[in-house]
């Protein structure tokens, strides 16, 4: 609950305490938790070499901090129906960000938004079942949106899941 408020706070521009250095525990903590968000305090704490108590006011702080900004599950889109998967690039009317913002996360199929510098303004990853979901996607959904001046699709052949490093 903490964590989803926090999130909402952060997306609406709402002040964040200044961040604050991680030390070698924090950072060994969230490459664990990237690893397994799963994992259980007792785990994580013998992992790092500190107490539960410590280790669950250290999780704590980096949520509250909005360092983690939530627990997932990292999905097989494949295996889950979603077998297309396509970068979008776009190109927004100038200042539009966060009304284009609130449209893309009303997608379906849409996983990571992220405003670019370059030669496009936007860059959307999309998991959709098949070609015509990305075509219905793209040409009725996302054209359909004043503030989108152009797309180009970026088909994706075989994607991977990084394992964080350490």
């Known amino acids: 609950m903490a964590s989803e408020q926090m999130a909402e706070r952060q997306d609406d521009g709402g002040a964040l305490p200044p961040p ?3 030390d070698a525990i924090d950072q060994d903590i969230l490459r664990m938790l990237q690893a397994d968000g799963r994992a259980s305090i007792r785990s994580v704490a013998e992992r790092v070499h500190v107490s539960r108590a410590n280790a669950y006011a250290r999780i704590n702080r980096l949520v509250e901090d909005g360092v983690i900004r939530g627990f ?8 889950a129906g979603q077998g297309t ?3 979008i690039t776009l190109k927004i009317v100038q200042n ?3 009304t284009v913002r609130e ?5 379906p199929g849409a996983s990571h938004i992220a405003l670019v ?3 496009f303004d936007v860059l ?7 070609n015509r979901a990305l075509r219905e996607l793209v040409l009725t959904r996302l054209q359909a949106i004043p503030q989108v001046l152009s797309t ?3 088909l994706v052949f075989e994607e991977e899941d990084l394992e964080p490093q350490g």
């Open 85 to 87: 998967s396509a970068y």
């Open 152 to 154: 180009r699709t970026l």
């Open 124 to 130: 959307l990853l999309v998991h959709v079942s098949d």
């Open 72 to 79: 997932g599950a990292r999905v097989n889109h494949e295996r």
């Open 117 to 119: 510098g370059g030669d």
């Open 20 to 22: 604050r250095p991680l």
């Open 103 to 107: 449209e893309l996360r009303q997608l």
């Open 96 to 98: 539009s960000w966060r």
